[in-house]
């Protein structure tokens, strides 16, 4: 499963250090600038915004590979962003769960009205993104077969939005300073890029194809999270 980790074990020790690093700025941000010196806050926050900020430039990467597929050689950058943003994931949602519920798991669905209660989108996104980092790997090419490994891969673009809709709408306020601009900039990027190359597979009239389909229904659920989120910022 780890074979190709072990081949390249210089790149994956040197990407482990710069997203320590990257995450050790982002609590430092929050804990000195944002967060008024709450460290259980800091913690939430800088597990959050690493991980979203990361699987984000995953996206970005495979987004500029369709553009320049040259660059598709660093398909590994691709991969290790992915992977390391969803276990910076992982902590986020530990560290809500014990700082911010006190360990009990069970406060997470007070309301299971997910506009209501924008937890749940997180959870949701949590869920489809375990999935999609646990074939993430040579080992589950091999045995899922490269169709199947892909369709699962494809849950990510599900799993983004949710994300997208949790962290854009649960506290919007959390998002106006620099570690959150960078993580909106990102978001805003991979958006765009998506839609641009969903626009050009439908005008190439391919619209029976798996990716016009996904693109479309990805489509229908931005726009139903603005209609019912948008309220959240004039409250």
């Known amino acids: 499963m780890f074979e ?29 600038f944002v967060s008024g010196g709450l460290i259980e806050l800091s913690f939430i926050r800088s597990f959050a915004f690493s991980g979203a900020t ?9 987004i500029l590979f369709k553009f320049k597929p040259v660059l598709a050689r660093h398909w590994d950058i691709r991969r290790s962003l992915g992977v390391t943003g969803f276990i910076f ?25 997910p506009f209501n209660n924008l937890i749940l989108f997180g959870l949701l996104a949590f869920l489809i993104f375990l999935i999609v980092f646990l074939s993430s790997n040579d080992f589950a090419v ?19 939005w949710a994300a997208v809709t949790h962290f854009a709408l649960i506290n919007p306020s959390a998002l106006m300073n620099l570690s959150g601009l ?25 619209f029976r194809s798996i990716g016009t389909l996904i693109g479309a229904v990805i489509i229908a659920l931005y726009l139903i999270s603005i209609y019912f989120g948008w309220p959240v910022y004039f409250q």
């Open 89 to 113: 994931i992982i902590f986020h949602f530990f560290s809500v769960v014990i700082l911010g519920f006190k360990g009990d798991a069970r406060q997470i669905f007070f309301s299971l009205n």
């Open 142 to 160: 091999k045995k899922l077969g490269y169709k199947k490994w892909k369709a699962i891969q494809r849950l990510v673009y599900f799993a983004y």
């Open 54 to 62: 990361f699987i984000g430039l995953s996206l970005l990467s495979s």
């Open 182 to 206: 960078l993580l909106i900039l990102v978001a805003v990027l991979v958006l765009l890029g998506e839609l641009y190359w969903f626009l050009k597979t439908a005008s190439q009239k391919n």
């Open 4 to 32: 190709g980790a072990f081949k390249n074990w210089k790149f994956v020790l040197k990407f482990l250090l710069f997203s320590f690093v990257f995450w050790l700025l982002q609590f430092s941000y929050h804990y000195y």
